[in-house]
């Protein structure tokens, strides 16, 4: 049980540390409104890698994957819909 609580203690880690470094990107879109460098291709296979990863997590009751693939769904959707309304024609 000890192994167990490790490794999701590195999950943990690892959900935070890879969440936390994706939001700079999100606030930054948000407030200049710039998304030429986003390909909406890209970001939707993206997207529903995420949605997977969650729906996976969810499967596997991991509380790191949960949090982790939550929070990055619902700032990559914010992203996903920035680049929907701003990108130009």
């Given at each position: 049980m000890a192994d167990l609580d490790l490794i999701e203690g590195v999950g943990l880690l690892a959900?935070?540390?890879?969440?936390?470094?994706?939001l700079?990107?999100?606030?930054k879109t948000w407030k200049?409104?710039?998304v030429s460098a986003f390909s909406l291709t890209t970001f939707?296979?993206?997207?529903?890698?995420i949605v997977c990863w969650l729906i996976y997590g969810i499967y596997k009751?991991?509380?790191s994957m949960i949090l982790a693939n939550s929070i990055t769904m619902?700032?990559?959707f914010v992203i996903l819909l920035l680049i929907i309304k701003y990108r130009k024609p």
């Open positions: 959900a935070a540390l890879t969440t936390y470094s994706f700079p990107q999100v606030y200049t409104k710039d939707t296979l993206f997207f529903v890698g009751e991991s509380l619902a700032s990559s």
